[in-house]
T-cell receptor
Framework: DGGITQSPKYLFRKEGQNVTLSCEQN?????MYWYRQDPGQGLRLIYY???????QKGDIAEGYSVSREKKESFPLTVTSAQKNPTAFYLCASSLTFVGGRTQYFGPGTRLLVL | GESVGLHLPTLSVQEGDNSIINCAYS??????FIWYKQESGKGPQFIIDIRSNMDKRQGQRVTVLLNKTVKHLSLQIAATQPGDSAVYFC?????????FGPGTRLSVLP
């Protein structure tokens, strides 16, 4: 059963705490992406990775960090520098990073601040 | 469940009627477009795509129309069902960037 999984479904962050969101795919896709979704807005790109061991900042990378040590995994860390982290976070993957690629999404993680 | 878009435009249709959801895209160089469906609290689900060398593409109960002259994309859903209730948004791809619209909430009335 191929697909993209994200965990946890809900995550609570305390003030000054770093938290890590998990994203795993078994689709053998090269490219992976992290988006943030806020009410009434389109998805905004946080970070993307074209291939393993490579990643690039997206439009709103400040306060976030990623790693891509394995093709299947692209974890996102929300650091204490991100002052407004409450949002729905979506991970996606695509076969390649070239044009005309379809992005497939995971189920999302909702991050809430205590 | 959680709402993914509290202030989105809403389209209300009667069950069994056809739905038309519109999207204006921003870049005339965009060459690939996708429609996604997102149910409350879930990740977006791919519905249908179209390339810029096409004007129309049909799937099962869905049709996407592309008008490059006015940079407009539409999604038509035939015989709308209660399970079609969701937020629908378009995405445009121009090379190394993917831009997502904010979406339209489709509400199916019994």
């Amino acid at each position: 059963d191929g697909g993209i999984t994200q965990s946890p479904k809900y995550l609570f962050r305390k003030e000054g705490q770093n938290v890590t969101l998990s994203c795993e795919q078994n689709l053998n896709h090269d490219a992976m992406y992290w988006y943030r979704q806020d009410p009434g807005q389109g998805l905004r790109l946080i970070y993307y990775s074209q291939i393993v061991n490579d990643f690039q900042k997206g439009d709103i990378a400040e306060g976030y960090s990623v790693s891509r040590e394995k093709k299947e995994s692209f974890p996102l860390t929300v650091t204490s520098a991100q002052k407004n982290p409450t949002a729905f976070y979506l991970c996606a993957s695509s076969l390649t990073f070239v044009g005309g690629r379809t992005q497939y999404f995971g189920p999302g993680t909702r991050l809430l601040v205590l | 469940g959680e709402s993914v878009g509290l202030h989105l435009p809403t389209l209300s249709v009667q069950e069994g009627d056809n739905s038309i959801i519109n999207c204006a895209y921003s870049n005339s160089a965009s060459d690939y477009f996708i429609w996604y469906k997102q149910e409350s609290g879930k990740g977006p689900q791919f519905i249908i795509d179209i390339r810029s060398n096409m004007d129309k593409r049909q799937g099962q109960r869905v049709t996407v129309l592309l008008n490059k002259t006015v940079k407009h994309l539409s999604l038509q859903i035939a015989a709308t069902q209660p399970g079609d209730s969701a937020v629908y948004f378009c995405a445009e791809d121009y090379g190394q960037n993917f831009v997502f619209g904010p979406g339209t909430r489709l509400s199916v009335l019994p």
